[in-house]
């Protein structure tokens, strides 16, 4: 009898490459897939496969190879491309019974094992019988009426137990009017891939324009391996019943990288990005390919202090910091050098300094932007510049309205001019009555004082606000 060994020491298992058993009846098999189409979106990918099938009899059962372990079965759809009519499935069962080291040891528990242990020079060995306890940890054996956490060697088991397969599958039971080969179209949903944009933005050495390249980052992780595909990618919110959690895949690896500039199109109420040329997905791997770039496109740094506080409360009069943010701005749109649909994603900016050498500046999170969109980034808290704020004044008109006044005072300690934007939050019902710097009320909750320092200049704003509730 053909026996199954299992390394306990660094946990491999071996003698799985195809089918370990198949039910006495008329089977026929599809694994090669003809072409494929693999959609991407943000929680659940569309695969579409065509695939020849080889019908012998008038019923029987097809077995469908090379498909994800995270195929979601009950959205599988067939069409008959080619091969005549009067072919139909009448029943359909995922088997994902795989065959793995754990999955074998749980079915031998509380049964009899070998162990063999060869010596340094591998020249001569001991075989011992064994009682599997446990086949966690090293494994937990009983010997001879001694019980052992973990033994050395190599774990022999007798025979694989029925219906463990070596890779996912679907089983199909069919009647067909006509027999040979039919040509069809097998679709279906799966989790188990994903795709994340992921942004470089280089600022040249004036700080006006940039250059802008966006990566699209593909993980396959679904336990199949999609072999020249047609990859699109969707960016958008789709709404998705959760399905329940597969298995997690332990390794990840890194594929090359792909070269090409990809314009977007609408599907529904979301952009797809279609890859224009073949693209293989390995199982458990990642690739990038490029979506897009742009050169020269226009930019304006900005300093930015955004202030939220509690405006029902009486505080301490003492400065209190507020971070100085340097910001990113510009606007989704051709004058701009941009005006392409941008999927979210993480940025990472660069600035070229006088020297001509590129440092890294900082990162932010750009969310979905469509076309004539601002795009405001944030690169990090500005050492030369900072923001100080207090109290200087409360006072309890009647039970639920109140009158405080405050100070902001900025510094810039750069030895150039710069603009800095204020912004507070201020919530409830309320009134300025009083300020000595003219504002913007940009919402419903919030101010925008501007700022503008000479280099080595300080300025303060003060004002009251009346609130209540």
Same mark, same amino acid.
Request: with cysteine; charged share 30%.
């Given at each position: 009898?053909?026996?199954?060994?299992?390394?306990?020491?660094?946990i491999?298992?071996? $003698?799985?490459?195809?089918?370990? @058993?198949?039910? &006495? !009846?008329?089977? =026929?098999?599809?694994?090669?897939?003809?072409?494929?189409?693999?959609?991407?979106?943000?929680?659940? %990918?569309?695969?579409?496969?065509?695939?020849?099938i080889?019908?012998?009899?008038?019923?029987? *059962?097809?077995?469908i190879k090379?498909?994800?372990? %995270?195929?979601i079965?009950? =959205?599988? /759809?067939?069409?008959? *491309?080619?091969?005549?009519?009067?072919? +139909?499935?009448?029943?359909?069962?995922?088997?994902?019974?795989?065959?793995?080291k754990?999955?074998l040891?749980?079915?031998?528990?509380?049964?009899?094992?070998?162990?063999?242990?060869?010596?340094?020079y591998?020249?001569?060995?001991?075989?011992?019988?064994?009682?599997?306890?446990?086949?966690?940890?090293?494994?937990? /054996?009983?010997i001879n009426?001694?019980?052992y956490?973990?033994?050395?060697?190599?774990?022999?088991? @007798?025979?694989v137990? *029925?219906?463990?397969i +070596?890779?996912?599958?679907? !089983?199909?039971?069919?009647?067909?009017?006509?027999?040979?080969?039919?040509?069809?179209?097998?679709?279906?949903?799966?989790?188990?891939?994903?795709? +994340?944009?992921a942004?470089?933005m280089?600022?040249? %050495?004036? $700080? !006006?324009?940039?250059?802008?390249?966006?990566?699209?980052?593909?993980?396959?992780?679904?336990?199949?391996?999609?072999?020249?595909?047609?990859v699109?990618? #969707?960016?958008?919110?789709l709404?998705?019943?959760?399905?329940?959690?597969a298995?997690?895949?332990?390794?990840?690896s890194?594929?090359g990288?792909?070269?090409?500039s990809?314009?977007?199109?609408?599907v529904?109420?979301?952009?797809?990005?279609?890859?224009?040329?073949? #693209?293989?997905?390995?199982?458990?791997?990642?690739?990038?390919?490029m979506l897009? &770039?742009?050169g020269?496109?226009?930019?304006d740094?900005?300093?930015?202090?955004?202030?939220?506080?509690?405006?029902?409360?009486?505080?301490?009069d003492?400065?209190?910091?507020?971070?100085?943010?340097?910001?990113?701005?510009?606007?989704?749109?051709?004058?701009?050098?941009?005006?392409?649909?941008?999927p979210?994603?993480?940025?990472?900016?660069?600035?070229?300094?006088?020297?001509?050498?590129?440092?890294?500046?900082?990162?932010?999170?750009?969310?979905?932007?469509?076309?004539?969109?601002?795009?405001?980034?944030?690169?990090g808290?500005?050492?030369? #510049?900072?923001?100080?704020?207090?109290?200087?004044?409360? =006072?309890?008109?009647?039970?639920?309205?109140?009158?405080l @006044?405050?100070?902001?005072?900025?510094?810039?300690?750069k030895n150039? =001019?710069?603009?800095?934007?204020?912004?507070?939050?201020?919530?409830?019902?309320?009134?300025?009555? +009083?300020?000595?710097?003219? /504002?913007?009320?940009? @919402?419903?909750?919030?101010?925008?004082?501007?700022?503008?320092?000479?280099?080595?200049? *300080?300025?303060?704003?003060? /004002?009251?606000v009346?609130? $209540?509730?």
């Open positions: 009898m053909k026996k199954i060994l299992v390394l306990v020491c660094v491999l298992l071996c $003698g799985c490459n195809s089918p370990l @058993s198949i039910a &006495e !009846k008329d089977v =026929s098999f599809s694994a090669d897939k003809l072409s494929q189409k693999v959609v991407i979106y943000n929680n659940v %990918t569309f695969i579409e496969d065509s695939r020849i080889a019908i012998e009899t008038d019923s029987g *059962e097809i077995i090379r498909i994800p372990a %995270t195929i079965p009950d =959205s599988v /759809y067939v069409e008959l *491309e080619e091969g005549g009519d009067g072919f +139909s499935i009448i029943s359909q069962e995922f088997d994902s019974k795989i065959v793995s754990d999955a040891l749980k079915e031998y528990l509380g049964k009899q094992v070998s162990i063999i242990n060869f010596n340094e591998q020249d001569r060995k001991e075989v011992v019988e064994a009682e599997l306890l446990s086949g966690e940890n090293g494994g937990i /054996y009983r009426d001694e019980v956490l973990g033994y050395p060697g190599y774990v022999i088991l @007798s025979s137990p *029925e219906g463990y +070596s890779e996912p599958q679907l !089983k199909w039971d069919y009647l067909s009017k006509s027999l040979g080969e039919k040509k069809i179209k097998l679709s279906y949903l799966s989790t188990g891939l994903s795709w +994340s944009a942004y470089v280089k600022i040249d %050495t004036s $700080g !006006k324009t940039m250059d802008l390249a966006c990566w699209a980052n593909i993980s396959n992780n679904s336990g199949a391996t999609f072999n020249d595909a047609d699109r990618l #969707v960016a958008g919110e709404n998705t019943i959760p399905q329940p959690k298995a997690a895949f332990l390794r990840s890194m594929a990288a792909e070269a090409g990809l314009p977007s199109e609408e529904f109420e979301y952009h797809m990005y279609t890859i224009p040329h073949k #693209v293989t997905l390995g199982d458990r791997s990642v690739k990038q390919v897009m &770039e742009a020269s496109v226009s930019v740094k900005r300093y930015v202090v955004k202030i939220v506080r509690n405006y029902y409360q009486r505080y301490d003492v400065y209190t910091d507020v971070p100085v943010k340097a910001v990113i701005k510009t606007e989704n749109s051709k004058d701009m050098g941009l005006g392409e649909a941008l979210s994603g993480k940025v990472r900016l660069y600035e070229r300094n006088e020297n001509g050498e590129v440092f890294f500046i900082g990162e932010d999170t750009l969310r979905d932007t469509p076309l004539d969109e601002e795009i405001e980034l944030e690169a808290n500005v050492f030369d #510049v900072i923001c100080k704020t207090r109290q200087i004044d409360f =006072s309890q008109i009647s039970k639920n309205l109140k009158e @006044s405050w100070e902001i005072k900025a510094i810039n300690h150039e =001019s710069v603009s800095v934007d204020v912004i507070e939050t201020i919530t409830g019902n309320w009134e300025i009555i +009083s300020n000595d710097h003219d /504002y913007e009320k940009i @919402s419903a909750t919030k101010i925008k004082f501007k700022l503008d320092l000479k280099a080595g200049e *300080e300025k303060v704003i003060t /004002y009251t009346r609130v $209540g509730i």
